[in-house]
């Protein structure tokens, strides 16, 4: 269903209306998160002006950043038809590691690249048990969850991390007055959609969540495109919980609760197909930019903060309504 | 896969003696008598019957949970959702009772409703929009937790009457009384899925959708009926579990999916779908609530025990695909 989809679109590309091109930008995922996320701002705005300063602005920014970083990966692997419940224990366990390796004197390089590495450790094994095992994805990070989850308390006992030197928060750096993690998240998102969209590697992202079958005959390996994505998806989470771990003082040996979900959430939420095979990670970052928008929001106007998670769920099912919906249409468009 | 598992001999889906012992189900109770062993020697309060009753009483609400799990994995679906439908019901028993002044009673039927309509919610979506349920039941993960935080703002609802507590706390004749609501529930659920129609269509959905489709099987029906069995279980559970407890917590519940998810798959069930037994779940979530005794009365931490059971689950899939390749090849 999606290489026909595909084989839509091109026709519509070859037609060459400009008009059609425009309802085609206007109609996508990307604008209308954009849209959304501009309707929303002006909404909490309109009712109370605190909203819209510039420190407020830039902290939403800088919060939906690691969320946004961490979906880029997310986006990856639910492209080709997987999925990473367990992102939200390995950020927990990152920001410990890094923090332990920081308060014991370790160089701050160190701290900040060992996360890295160890996340893309993880996937990797993860990545090596759902593509050359064939186990689903969903079963081993569900597993993996519960494992990173118990071993970091067990390790830990949930202790606070005090007194790290102040040179290891990266994230609470401000160059030119703009949070660091911005940075971070901008570069990261314009590169994986450059790879995404230029490289063979990238191409085959899609192909493979497209139409395994398909890829497969026309010489994609299907499990080394499984093991790239898995593992440059742990690169991701390595910099997420990097900027997770640097952002505040102290670092609770605990879990983030319901990370997971926002992570995931975002990269549904930026029009990441749950049918696999399209997707894109600007959108990912909006949508990462969206729930944080809605959490300071719903701040602002004095809503409970005990609703953001049924309104993720909310969010996640209207996106996927709305992709399935328009997959038939563009399906029903064809048979004419 | 679906080829290789359209070939599959019919016979195979009884339970012959052979591949009882070589299968999964007797791999169980050789580990299963082992564990016993090992338990009983190295600690003498596990071998009482007032221990072994405990532990069956503990392991219930998972238990009821695990029964409609094991249908839908043997068609190959899964429903992440259940630990949230558990605490939502919970919550909303709590809530209607404490805050909305309804009757106990009334409550609790209105509680197991509301599970039910959970349930239901994620069987419409799964079978007429056709989301996977993989992502169904994680978008209803979060908004039925969420809901459950959002209506009880994290407040805890207690000080039930006495006479609550008979349920989830008290014996009926001679054993904890939610265990017969287990002993029932695994019966019929046992019955009906070796012995009806609908039962083995689940079977034939999980090996072949289209090839169940074309044989007149009513897929949608029976998809939307062990979705909303599912809802239904979760919120007796949750019932059973308020009554157990004495408290209702927005948390209940959390990661309870695991432990669901875990047992039916040690006890055999192919997470692809298309196989799988009741008596296999059943000695999954013995061996599984063993495994939780066992830590504890050796003075290991609650936490290790989920690193346990996460193990268990990716471990006991390998183990499930290696036997499976050993059956394709004998």
Redesign the interface.
């Given at each position: 269903m999606a290489a026909t989809s595909k084989a839509y679109k091109s026709q519509t590309v070859e037609s060459g209306f400009s008009l059609r091109s425009l309802t085609h930008l206007l109609g996508s995922q990307e604008f209308i998160l954009l849209m959304s996320i501009l309707a929303l701002s002006l909404v909490v705005y309109s009712d109370n002006p605190r909203f819209g300063t510039e420190r407020n602005l830039l902290n939403i920014l800088s919060n939906a950043s690691y969320i946004a970083v961490g979906a880029i990966g997310m986006s990856m692997v639910i492209i080709t038809g997987n999925i990473d419940v367990s992102v939200g224990s390995l950020i927990g366990v990152l920001a410990t590691i890094a923090g332990q390796l920081a308060v014991h004197d370790y160089p701050i390089w160190m701290a900040w690249t060992a996360p890295i590495l160890a996340a893309m450790v993880v996937e990797g094994f993860i990545g090596f048990l759902v593509a050359y095992l064939r186990i689903p994805a969903i079963v081993v990070t569900l597993g993996m969850m519960s494992i990173l989850k118990g071993g970091l308390i067990l390790a830990t006992g949930g202790a606070w991390i005090y007194d790290i030197p102040q040179e290891f928060f990266l994230a609470q750096r401000q160059p030119y007055g703009i949070p660091m993690p911005i940075y971070f998240m901008v570069t990261l998102v314009i590169l994986a959609a450059l790879w995404m969209h230029y490289s063979p590697t990238g191409r085959a992202i899609y192909a493979v969540g497209g139409n395994a079958e398909a890829a497969r005959l026309s010489g994609i390996s299907e499990k080394r495109t499984l093991m790239t994505v898995f593992i440059l998806h742990g690169f991701m989470i390595g910099v997420a919980g990097l900027l997770f771990a640097t952002q505040f003082t102290t670092i609770q040996s605990t879990v983030p609760p319901g990370l997971e979900l926002m992570i995931i959430t975002a990269a549904v939420v930026g029009g990441v197909s749950i049918l696999g095979g399209s997707g894109t990670v600007i959108g990912a970052m909006l949508g990462a930019i969206l729930i944080r928008v809605i959490q300071s929001g719903m701040i602002f106007l004095n809503v409970s903060a005990y609703w953001l998670q049924a309104v993720q769920g909310i969010l996640i099912l209207l996106t996927v309504l709305a992709d399935i919906l328009r997959r038939r249409r563009q399906a029903a468009s064809i048979g004419k | 896969m679906s080829t290789r598992e359209a070939q599959r001999e019919p016979s195979e889906w009884s339970l012959t003696l052979r591949e009882f012992f070589l299968g999964q189900e007797g791999v169980l109770v050789v580990f299963l008598v082992i564990a016993v062993v090992v338990l009983a020697f190295t600690s003498q309060n596990f071998l009482t019957s007032k221990n072994l009753l405990n532990q069956a009483r503990l392991m219930t609400e998972v238990g009821l949970l695990a029964l409609p799990m094991t249908y839908i994995i043997i068609t190959g679906g899964?429903d992440?959702s259940v630990g949230s439908i558990f605490g939502f019901s919970a919550v909303m028993l709590g809530w209607l009772w404490q805050e909305q002044g309804f009757p106990l009673e009334v409550a609790i039927v209105a509680s197991i409703v509301i599970g039910t309509l959970a349930g239901l919610f994620n069987a419409l979506?799964i079978v007429y929009?056709?989301?996977?349920p993989?992502?169904?039941t994680?978008?209803?993960?979060?908004?039925?937790?969420?809901?459950a935080?959002?209506v009880?703002?994290?407040r805890s609802a207690r000080g039930y009457p006495e006479w609550f507590f008979r349920f989830g706390q008290e014996d009926t004749f001679g054993i904890p009384t939610q265990i017969w609501f287990f002993i029932v529930a695994s019966i019929i659920t046992w019955i009906v899925l070796a012995r009806t129609p609908f039962g083995r269509g689940l079977y034939a959905i999980g090996n072949n959708v289209t090839g169940a489709r074309f044989s007149g099987i009513p897929v949608d029906r029976y998809l939307l009926v062990i979705y909303t069995f599912s809802g239904f279980m979760a919120g007796l559970a949750g019932f059973l579990f308020t009554s157990r407890v004495s408290t209702t917590r927005?948390d209940s519940g959390t990661?309870m999916?695991?432990d669901v998810?875990?047992a039916v798959?040690l006890g055999g069930t192919s997470?692809?779908g298309g196989r799988g037994t009741i008596p296999g779940t059943i000695l999954g979530l013995v061996l599984i609530q063993l495994l939780k005794n066992g830590l504890s009365l050796s003075g290991v931490?609650g936490?290790?025990?989920?690193?346990v059971?996460?193990?268990v689950?990716?471990l006991s899939?390998?183990i499930n695909?290696f036997l499976q390749r050993r059956f394709a090849q004998a």
């Open positions: - | 899964i992440l979506f929009v056709r989301v996977p993989i992502i169904m994680l978008a209803t993960l979060a908004l039925y937790r969420g809901l935080y959002g009880s703002q994290a927005a990661g999916e695991l998810i875990a798959v997470i692809m931490k936490d290790a025990t989920i690193v059971i996460g193990s689950l990716i899939i390998l695909n």
